[in-house]
């Protein structure tokens, strides 16, 4: 059995008295992995200590067999160019235009040429089916198309994984869907993908692996099918029912 891209051994992480992450231990290995839980079950400080935004207070990271040393800082640094996030927000940047938003993190991080890393977004913007919108910025763009580019801009750096933090909880329903058919061409082409989402729909339509989250662990694993009609703990049972009356039969 191949080794996992991404292994996560026992990651845990306190803030003051309260401990939001309690040893998880998730793997990925090409495929798409779906985090699910109620608010504050720990899901995006699990992806933020992925991607050592937040350090965690306990737990080892390997990518592609190489642990992760935090104290490390030029292992950190070549780590986070192999990892992209998408937030909720965009985290784009206001002054600058569409291009720009992808070309910017090619040129200071990768240090690529001007020219070159245009190309590059292009491509990347193309992608995603921003060409025509290129030259817009931030304020001209619908929520739909922010969050594009700002996986476009992911995409520029030649990510070994993708870590989603709830993409389209920002977005008006009818936007929903042009940002799902981005990350659904992703996984087809065969992308790393940990998304958080409540979009079960959406979930259950394409992940390889569902991880039900709850006060900081993971309580359940399995195919869509399992957590979503067969799941063996009573609060998974009981969460999958809840937010398939809010938001829908799958």
């Known amino acids: 059995m191949a ?14 008295k309260k401990d939001v992450l ?14 699910i839980g109620p608010s504050g079950a720990g899901k995006s400080t699990l992806l933020q200590c992925i991607n050592f935004l937040v350090k965690p207070d306990e737990g080892r990271i390997w990518l592609d067999e190489q642990e992760v040393h935090y104290a490390h800082k030029r292992d950190l640094y070549a780590y986070r ?35 070159e890393a245009g190309e590059r977004a292009v491509m990347e913007l193309e992608r995603v089916g921003l060409g025509d919108h290129m030259q817009k910025y931030p304020a001209q763009l619908s929520g739909g198309q922010k969050q594009r580019v700002s996986i476009a801009r992911a995409l520029a750096m030649d990510p070994k994984v993708m870590l989603l933090d709830e993409p389209t909880s920002a977005l008006d329903p009818e936007l929903i869907g042009e940002v799902h058919a981005v990350i659904r061409d992703l996984g087809n082409n065969g992308m790393t993908m940990i998304m958080a989402t409540h979009q079960i729909g959406f979930a259950s339509s394409l992940a390889s ?8 662990r993971i309580l359940e694993r399995g195919t869509p099918d399992k957590i979503f009609n ?4 009573a ?3 009981e ?5 398939t009356e809010l938001y829908g039969e799958r």
């Open 81 to 115: 160019q192999k990892v992209g996030m998408i937030f909720q927000d965009f985290n784009l940047f206001d002054h600058l235009n569409a291009l720009e938003n992808v070309r910017i993190g090619m040129v200071r991080v990768k240090g690529m040429a001007k020219a």
């Open 209 to 216: 692996e569902i991880v039900f989250m709850e006060d900081g």
């Open 239 to 243: 969460f999958c029912s809840k937010i």
């Open 3 to 16: 080794a996992p891209i991404l292994r996560i051994e026992n990651v845990s992480k306190r803030y003051g």
């Open 230 to 233: 067969h799941a063996e703990n």
């Open 235 to 237: 609060r998974t049972r």
């Open 22 to 35: 309690k040893g998880a231990s998730p793997e990925v290995n090409r495929d798409l992995k779906i985090l």
